[in-house]
C-alpha cells in the first residue's frame, strides 16, 4: 500500500487522495461504533432511537453518557462500550495520520538509485 525507501514519493494529487482515503475508512469506522452503541443502549436500556443515539455519541465522543444506566445488562454494556470507544478514536487518528507520517519519514529516508 505504502512505497518503500527505494521508490521516489508519491505526486501530491496521491498522496491527497490516500489521506482522502484514510480520512473516509476513519469516518465509516466511527459511524460503525456508533451504530453499535445505538443499538446496545436501544435493546439493553430500552431507550428510544434519539436517546441511543445521544448517549453512543457522547460516550464516542469521550463525554460520558447523558443517562446513567438502570440495568445490569446496560451496565455492562456501557462499561465495555466506554472502553471500546477510547480505543476507537485513537485508532481513528492513527489512521488518519498514518498516510503524513509515512511521507514525512519516505522523505527523509528516500533513497534515489544511482
Known amino acids: 500500500m505504502y512505497e ?22 476513519s469516518i465509516m469506522l466511527i459511524l460503525v461504533s456508533l451504530f453499535l452503541g445505538m443499538l446496545g ?23 460520558g453518557p447523558l443517562e446513567n444506566p438502570q440495568t445490569d445488562e446496560g451496565k455492562i454494556f456501557a462499561g465495555i462500550y466506554a472502553l471500546y470507544s ?8 492513527g489512521v488518519i495520520f498514518a498516510p503524513v507520517f509515512h511521507r514525512m519519514f519516505h522523505l527523509f ?3 534515489e538509485e544511482k
Do not use: C, Q
Not at 521516489?8 to 489521506?19: E, G, H, M, N, T
Not at 443502549?41 to 463525554?63: K, P, T
Not at 477510547?86 to 487518528?93: H, I, R, S
Open 4 to 25: 518503500s525507501r527505494y521508490t521516489r514519493p508519491i505526486s501530491l494529487k496521491k498522496f491527497y487522495r490516500r489521506v482522502f482515503n484514510h480520512f473516509v475508512v
Open 41 to 63: 443502549y436501544h435493546f439493553f436500556e430500552n431507550l428510544s432511537w434519539i436517546d441511543s443515539f445521544i448517549n453512543a455519541s457522547m460516550i464516542l465522543g469521550g463525554m
Open 109 to 111: 529516508h528516500w533513497k
Open 86 to 93: 477510547g480505543l476507537v478514536f485513537l485508532v481513528a487518528v
